[in-house]
């Protein structure tokens, strides 16, 4: 479990930084624009259906985390591993909503009075946000428990405890960041070391597996 965990956790991280090509690749502009998204929904849903796999894997990741770390602080672990659930399950419903656009799009190619396709999917993309914002939050305060616990432990560094819990502290920031008026590079300082901190933690968890 921990072994393959490990490499759940590894893959996301990977998947991430395949997230972030792919939007400067395709030119998509965060958050999506519901006219352009409706008029060309191919780029944005191939992205997020990679990113969904991505999330996915979040909960193999963090159960392995659970039983690497559980005798060092097994009630912190549970709550991570529930808040994890959690998010992805926010996750799976924010990337959904993003899916429907190619049902929508194809409708409103086809319509008279485009209006109604734009409002509903500015309604669709608006949801999504706001799901998505939700996973982010419970992944950010299942990061920071962990990285936590970590500190406890022997099989995990202080440097790499840290990050993961700055990377949680940092995500929640990344929601709001356009609203509070954080500067772009400082809200991208989370997503960086949320990546960093999967790939990282995910080969440890991996060798930890192996020589188990």
Do not use: H
């Amino acid at each position: 479990m921990i072994k393959w965990g490990g490499l759940s956790l590894f893959l996301a991280g990977v998947i991430v930084i395949i997230f972030i090509a792919g939007v400067g690749l395709f030119k998509i502009t965060l958050p999506l624009d519901p006219l352009t998204t409706l008029q060309d929904p191919s780029a944005p849903t191939v992205l997020f259906i990679i990113t969904l796999f991505g999330e996915f894997l979040l909960f193999p990741g963090f159960l392995a985390l659970y039983f690497a770390l559980r005798d060092d602080d097994k009630t912190k672990m549970l709550m991570a591993t529930a808040l994890s659930a959690l998010s992805v399950v926010m996750f799976f419903v924010s990337r959904g909503l993003i899916l429907t656009m190619s049902k929508i799009s194809n409708s409103y190619e086809e319509a008279m009075d485009c209006g109604v396709y734009v409002v509903t999917a500015e309604f669709a993309l608006k949801a999504q946000d706001v799901y998505s914002t939700m996973a982010l939050i419970l992944l950010s305060v299942a990061s920071i428990f962990v990285g936590f616990v970590m500190l406890k432990s022997k099989s995990f560094g202080v440097p790499i405890s840290y990050i993961v819990i700055f990377a949680g502290i940092f995500s929640i920031i990344t929601p709001f960041a356009v609203n509070l008026g954080i500067p772009l590079a400082i809200s991208l300082i989370g997503l960086f070391l949320m990546l960093v901190w999967q790939i990282g933690v995910g080969l440890k968890l991996f060798t930890l597996g192996n020589n188990s």
